[in-house]
Structure formats: structure tokens, C-alpha cells
């Protein structure tokens, strides 16, 4: 079946800090990639997505490659800041398919 | 506000008991959605709704039932409440864009 797989966390980093969650996917055909991010106390809130190969999602200086040959989608901040603090979720989907799969969530916690 | 809310935020309840959880969206979107949220696990979808008085199961439906009477509304409910349903239900909510999904902040549900 489709699943996600993301690297186990949590992390914690420095501010200012590259940050790398990484993200493996299977699945039968070409779905699209999102990542989504979730502040304490919140719902999930789309990052970015992307729906084809070699595309590249970009949003709040988070970047994020689908890579076809890899089947990843590892998500990637140059400089991080405490305000990132958040579980970041990698999923996938088909289009106009309801059932959006998600992986377990990478715990991020930024250090001043 | 426009958005989803979902009521109530946090419970506690009794093994066998019933249990009633509401999602409520100002945004007029056609397709409503739970998920549980779990360690190790992501979200996984429970049920979903492509309209009023339209519902399919999800991947984990075992044990929950759903009714979506008006398009605002989309209710969950635990027949008969047991331990392994204890989790936090994030209800969710998409109009015709099918990657443009709107989070509720979740609602913290403990089986005691």
C-alpha cells in the first residue's frame, strides 16, 4: 500500500542551524508530496507540496525535492529559527483521492 | 472566524461509554474528514464525507461511525469507547482543490 516513512526524531538544533528531516515514500504510481507543519495546540498547516517529479516546493525558507529515482521528499531550511519549533509531517496523495497518508511526524526544537 | 472548529477540545470518559465528537466548518467545503493522531503513527483516517449523507470508511474505521447531516457538520462517534481509541481527532475539510486541506486544532479524547 502507500505509506511515508520519515526519520525518526526529535531533533534539536541551534539557531541558525541547516536543517535536514528526511522522507521516503512508497507508493503505487506518482502521487504528489506535502510537507505539513504543526505549532503546539494546533492543526495541521500545509508547507509546501509538490506534485510531480523534479518539482520543488518552497515556503518560509523550507525547501523540499521530489525525487523520483530516491522516492524522497526530504525537507531542508538553511537557517532555522526558534520560531520553527514545531512536528513537521511528510504525506502524500493522489489527486482527488481521500485518503492523504502521513508519516509519524519529526519533533523539531530550536535552541537560542 | 471562518475555518473548522471542533468541539469539544479535551475529554475524559469511561470505558464503554458512548462518545460524540463535533467538527464544525464556516468555509462551505464539500469533503470533511477525521483523522486520529498517534505516536508513531502520524494521522490516520477514520471516515470521510464527499457530502451530506455521503461517508466511506478509512483506513481505521473499526469502531467509529460518522454522520454529516448539513454541510457544516461532520460528527464522530465512539459506540462503545475502549482504551485504544484514547488519542487526539483532528477533523479536517477541502473544497474542490484536492491538496487545499483545512485543520481543525484537534480534540484530546482519554478512555479511562
Known amino acids: 500500500g502507500n505509506s511515508v516513512t520519515q526519520m525518526e526524531g526529535p531533533v534539536t538544533l541551534s539557531e541558525e542551524a541547516f536543517l535536514t528531516i528526511n522522507c521516503t515514500y512508497t507508493?503505487?504510481?506518482?502521487?504528489?508530496l506535502f510537507w505539513y507543519v504543526q505549532y503546539p495546540g494546533e492543526g495541521l498547516q500545509l508547507l509546501l507540496k509538490?506534485?510531480?517529479?523534479?518539482d520543488k516546493g518552497s515556503n518560509k525558507g523550507f525547501e523540499a525535492t521530489y525525487r523520483k529515482e530516491t522516492t524522497s521528499f526530504h525537507l531542508e531550511k538553511g537557517s532555522v529559527q526558534v520560531s520553527d519549533s514545531a512536528v513537521y509531517f511528510c504525506?502524500?496523495?493522489?489527486?482527488?483521492?481521500?485518503?492523504?497518508?502521513f508519516g509519524a511526524g519529526t519533533r523539531l526544537t530550536v535552541k537560542p | 472566524d471562518a475555518g473548522i472548529t471542533q468541539s469539544p477540545r479535551h475529554k475524559v470518559t469511561e470505558t464503554g461509554t458512548p462518545v460524540t465528537l463535533r467538527c464544525h466548518q464556516t468555509?462551505?467545503?464539500?469533503?470533511m474528514y477525521w483523522y486520529r493522531q498517534d505516536p508513531g503513527h502520524g494521522l490516520r483516517l477514520i471516515h470521510y464525507?464527499?457530502?451530506?449523507?455521503?461517508?466511506d470508511k478509512g483506513e481505521v474505521s473499526d469502531g467509529y461511525s460518522v454522520s454529516r447531516s448539513k454541510t457544516e457538520d461532520f460528527l464522530l462517534t465512539l459506540e462503545s469507547a475502549t482504551s485504544s481509541q484514547t488519542s487526539v481527532y483532528f477533523c479536517?475539510?477541502?473544497?474542490?482543490?484536492?491538496?487545499?486541506?483545512?485543520f481543525g486544532s484537534g480534540t484530546r479524547l482519554t478512555v479511562v
Open positions: 479536517a475539510s477541502r473544497d474542490r482543490d484536492p491538496y487545499g486541506y483545512t
Open positions: 507508493a503505487t504510481g506518482y502521487p504528489s
Open positions: 509538490a506534485t510531480k517529479a523534479d
Open positions: 504525506a502524500l496523495s493522489f489527486y482527488n483521492n481521500n485518503d492523504m497518508r
Open positions: 468555509e462551505n467545503h464539500r469533503y
Open positions: 464525507s464527499y457530502g451530506v449523507k455521503d461517508t
